[in-house]
């Protein structure tokens, strides 16, 4: 066990500095000056002024002495200052992940709380009328783009029905529901149609038909075998669901205000704020890879049938 | 076996329920309190704007300051943009050089220390120390400070020094309590308590020195980028007033008995530069037909919904040297195919477009979505000037500057404000004169480079009028830009928000007028 | 061929969706960019059956037109990554080496980036519309493809016919074309066909966050961010739109759906 976790370890290596190379290489794709734009706005400035910012933030030195002073950076701690606000960004990003985190958790909860009970009554009851209702409807959300639902929930839950407040706020802890609502909608319905199939399969096993023949009640063999080997599934599937979370999180949190580090990327990239952007890049790729480590080793530790060096992807 | 079934559906059932207990272990707040508390949401507060903060020494955050009753200017616009004293009793000009301005005697800063001359020199040294953009406007040479009085020595003569120190960044603030957690200490009828990127809760300034005392005792103002959730704030009551809700929702609002509205004529205008390096445009029949085919009238009715006025020159009517004083040709779409006719455009191979040399007159617009109505103009423009064979090629994009360096652009559309300062010289200095940092199209005309230079000597409000209509008209005749529209600026609140109203400059908004009944 | 036959109504819906969106300009009752402001923000009535938007323009022959780029651009962006990532993915299995080590490597590094951050980030960079959107996209899925081809490759690269074919001296690239790719098509359609809606959704979600088509382009996604600020009082100018995204989304991922059943039967 120690040494598989030491070898994931290991193997991040190559793939942070990949990211991070990949992050600052992308942001010089653009040939947009970042001083220009910090001053372009309603004054006027002179070209030393410019100039002088150019060389304060280290815009007028060769790609790779970017790069390795930037890297530097990372690993102290410094991921450089905001062209716009000139506040370091890993305090910017860090002050908006806790609202992010928040709204991800939400929306897994009510995911959960969906698609658990829909997955299983599904199964449960295969080909009947409720589960063709169900998966009619787990289709219908995993059709929907998030934008379209949060525009429709907005419609009808906050206009119509004055039920939810539109805005994201920390006084008002039902500000929340709205946006993750948007987010559980389609990972709900792919999880109910995933943890379907998972049931599906176990429910087909032969432990389930000798349990059965002992006389043990279905709600037991359910609660106690199927669900228990469904978790493995369940663990990958909310591993991956963190990257799609992160980036929905950009659209949603836009459209609900929500102050998280979604909001905050769609701004800095509408300001070309450039370390701030490529703090965030970076920043997300590197939770995700985190929690898909996690996940692979829990993963390891729930389902001993998986063999080493399974999880490298 | 169905009723195991049934079991295990209501077991799957539990499930669901447990795990949502399991994660709704938080609890709720509720705050109830009986003070007078104000929430106002905007779109122009945030980080993007460059003015989240209080410190009107930093970029733009001096509109914060001031717009959010934080701090106070020694001069101030009335509401025809002319200047009167606020802060100041009153000025002389001692020489064109030097002007002393002396300062009211009651005035305190919310920290309850006196405004003295002393002050005000150490605030506009940390001024020109510390903004970017001041030194160059003010161009001050030295500072003194006698009681209740500084003197100002410029290095060169700078007739609009006053209107220059009325811009937000010229908000008085105690310098000595510096500033501590984005807050700073300033004269007005608010005072910061707490500061974010997306919010700034203000309460009132107990000690204010005004005759009018502030009512509120506390502000929220909240940065909300998006206009369609300002709407439904506003709708749902989360706010109590909102600016910048987009033109299309501004109908939703129509209810007097329950929200009011109040409007000001801005002089930020709507206005398309001519690219005078593009060969097709240099032919100044072709700049006139094209401004002759751009529906100004339909743009502010329809797509703006009537919030603005078309607009004939870069300032406002309601100013001397505003849109009365000059023309333009109107609106005519057979004059202006008439126009390219004579230029030698005609649709020779019926496909639309106009063409000479086998060439379609085919044009590149570049714009960017920042500001919501650039979009719409860019595509009202597209489909008006096809009706007289004129192919736009618009590039609407926040990316516009890196094609604007480049040269990618016939024409660039932008909005700017013209007269920030009340004075004329700011907006015609930049955009007019050859190779000015604005005159993204390279407009070049001789007679106007030695007006600006006689605009830039002048002295006197009439004087300088009348240099800048000539200067506006002459533009104008060279067809070097088209003003397609003034903003209208609404500020709409909730029935019984009393003292809130939008001001032509855009400066003034939470002023100690403010009271909710 | 029984099983073939639950496929057939989602594969007309499917070909239904991709006629109109080929024959787009021709099946568009109006012109869809032809201003009136005088017709603005009209309700669906008999001339425009789902209104006019704020320009005056008939919302139906937008949303007509707008399914050929929305499509039409999936549709071509998908094939630009399924092409190339199966093509790089299969020469690593074949070839393995060190270009296997180098492209296996830098997939990992894009796989380790949330999908819609990276190509959020990097539409914004490259900038240019929806070409440039959906250059990001296939900047961030290509190695989804490459792993897909590259694994099953590796099932197959010491079948006899291979070895026969390399014994007969065949090139790296005639064994990877006549031999290979044919063989590894079906999983990897499949793949593509599910991936279909999701592409659909992301490119129309770039638009919408302005990242995408550019007006007065009758994309679906940029329709609704344009509209956004009329849900309230022209609903119908957002939910036309809505509507046709998730439509053929639906249709499409339907199908993922029933070919999955049929090609990889559990």
Redesign the interface.
Known sequence: MKKYIVKRLLHLIPILLGITLLSFGLMRLTNDDAVDVFYDKNGAVSEEVKAARRAELGLDKPFLVQYGSWLGGIVTGDMGKSYISGRPVLESIMTKLPATVELMLVSILMTLVFALPLGIISAVMKGSAVDRVIRFLSFVGNSMPNFFVALLLIYFLAVKLHLLPVMGSSADWRSVLMPAMTLAVSMGAKYTRQIRAVVLEELGKDYVAGARSRGVSEAVILVKSVLKSSLVTLVTLLALSVGSLLGGAAIVETIFMWDGVGKLAVEAILSRDYPLIQTYVVWMAFIFVMVNLLADILYHFLDPRVRLGRGDG | MMNSKKAAVLAALALGGAVLLAGCGGGEKQQASKEKVFTYGTTAYSASNENAGTNPHNSYVGWTTIRYGIGETLFRFKDNLELEPWLAKDYQQIDDNTVKINLKDNITFSNGKKVTGEAVKACLEALIKNHDRAPGDLKIESITAEGQSVTIKSKEKTPALLNYLSDPYGCIIDVEAGEKDRIVVGTGPYVAVSVTDNEIVLKKNDKYWGAVKPKLDKIVVKGILDGDTLTMALQNGEIDAAQGLPYASHELFNDTAKFTKSQANTSRVFEIDFNFKTPELQDVKVRKAISMAIDKEGFTKVLLKGNGAPAVGPYPDSMTFGGKAVTASAYDLEGAKALLKEAGYQDTDGDGYVDKNGKNLELRYLSYPSRQELPLLAESAQASLKKIGVKLNVNVTDNYKSFRKNGEYDMFANAFVTAPTGDPEYYLSTHYLTGASYNYGFYSNPTMDALGRELHNAFGAEARAKLAIRMEQLALDDCAYIYASHLRMSLIMKKGIKGLTAHPSDYYEITSELDKE | MGRYRGLFPYALAAGLIILLAVFAPYLAPMDP???D??L?LRPPDSVNLLGTD??GRDVLSRVIVGSQITICSSLLLLVATTVFGSVVGALCGLRGGRLDTIVM??S???????????????A????G?IAGAAMALILISWPKYA?LARGLVLTIRSMPYLEAARMSGSSDREILFDHVLGNIAGPILVTAALNL?TII?EL??LS????GA???AAEW?AM???G????????WV?LAP?MA??VS??VF??LGDKLRDVFDPK
């Open positions: 960019y032809a201003q402001l005088s603005a704020r320009y490597r830098l990992d590094v894009f796989l380790a980036f949330p999908e819609m951050v990276f190509a959020i980030a990097a914004s960079v490259i900038g519309g792993r809606g959704m129309a979600g919408f966050l302005g990242l550019m007006p007065p996604g609704m961010s344009n956004r600020s009329m849900i309230q009082t022209a609903p957002i809505g995204i998730f989304v639906a991922n339907m």
